[in-house]
C-alpha cells in the first residue's frame, strides 16, 4: 500500500513564490494546495486535510496574522508565516497569533524544507502523545463534562445531555478558567469568525448553561457576569 504523503498548503499571493514552493515541496515527497488569499485557504481547510500551511503575512483582504489567530480558534494544523518583513517585533506577533515557525523573504527553499520536516516531525509526536494520553472529562465544581458523550454529569451522577452549542460554550469556558471573556470572544470561539458581534443569542445561551448547572440566576457561582465586561468561569478545573 501506498504511503500517504503529508499535504501542504501554500497561500502567498504571489504567483513566482507560489509555484516556485509547490514545484520544490511536490518534488521532495509533498502533495501540495496553492492559494493566493485567505478566502482559498479556508475552502481548501474546509474541502479536505491539510498537515501544514505556510502562510504569508502580506495578503489581500485578511493579513496573514489575522489569518492565524482566527485558525487557532478552531484548528492546530501547523502554520509556518513568511514574510518580507524580518523585523524581531513581526516575528513575535506571529508566535504569539499561534504560528509554529516564521521565515523570512527572500529566503532558501531549502531551509524551509527543513522547517517543515522539523515541524511535521513534531507534531506527529504529540498526536501520538494525545492519543495516548487524551483526556476524556473535565472536572469543575463538583461537575463533570465527559468530552467523548458530550454529557454533563451533576455531582449526584446524573447525566445531562446538553446541546452542541451548550456543549461548545462550557468548553470553552472550562478551557480557559478564571479568565473573564467578552460577548465577542465567546461568540468567535463558539461560532467561528464572521459571527454577528451585536447578537446577544450568547447571553442566551449562558443563560441556560447556568440551568444546566442549577445556578441561581441572580447569583451564580460557576459562570459569573463581570459587570461591563462579559463572563468568567469562577472554579477550578481538573482533566481526567
Not at 489575522?66 to 506571529?94: H, Y
Request: hydrophobic residues 40%; neutral net charge.
Amino acid at each position: 500500500m501506498e504511503q500517504r504523503r503529508d499535504c501542504i498548503l501554500i497561500v502567498d499571493d504571489d504567483v513566482e513564490i507560489r509555484t516556485l514552493l509547490h514545484d520544490y515541496l511536490e518534488r521532495n515527497g509533498y502533495r501540495c494546495v496553492s492559494v493566493a488569499d485567505g478566502t482559498g485557504m479556508l475552502a481548501t481547510l474546509d474541502r479536505q486535510a491539510i498537515d501544514l500551511i505556510v502562510l504569508d503575512v502580506m495578503l489581500p483582504g485578511h493579513d496573514g496574522l489575522t489569518l492565524c489567530r482566527d485558525l487557532r480558534t478552531r484548528s492546530d494544523v501547523p502554520v509556518i508565516m513568511l514574510t518580507a518583513r524580518g523585523e524581531d517585533t513581526d516575528r513575535i506577533i506571529g508566535l504569539e497569533m499561534g504560528a509554529d515557525d516564521y521565515l523570512s523573504k527572500p529566503f532558501n527553499p531549502r531551509e524551509l524544507l527543513a522547517r517543515v520536516k522539523v515541524i511535521l516531525r513534531r507534531a506527529r509526536g504529540a498526536m501520538r502523545v494525545r492519543a495516548s494520553d487524551e483526556p476524556q472529562r473535565i472536572r469543575f465544581a463538583s461537575w463533570k463534562l465527559d468530552l467523548t458523550t458530550r454529557n454533563l454529569v451533576s455531582p449526584n451522577g446524573v447525566v445531562i445531555a446538553l446541546s452542541g452549542a451548550e456543549f461548545r460554550l462550557l468548553k470553552v469556558f472550562l478551557e480557559r478558567p478564571n479568565r473573564v471573556l467578552n460577548r465577542d470572544q465567546l461568540m468567535e470561539l463558539t461560532q467561528g469568525q464572521g459571527a454577528d458581534a451585536l447578537d446577544r443569542s450568547i447571553d442566551v445561551l449562558v443563560s441556560r448553561v447556568r440551568q444546566r448547572l442549577d445556578e441561581d440566576a441572580r447569583e451564580p457561582r460557576i459562570i459569573k457576569t463581570v459587570r461591563g465586561e462579559g463572563y468568567v468561569l469562577a472554579s477550578p478545573v481538573a482533566y481526567e
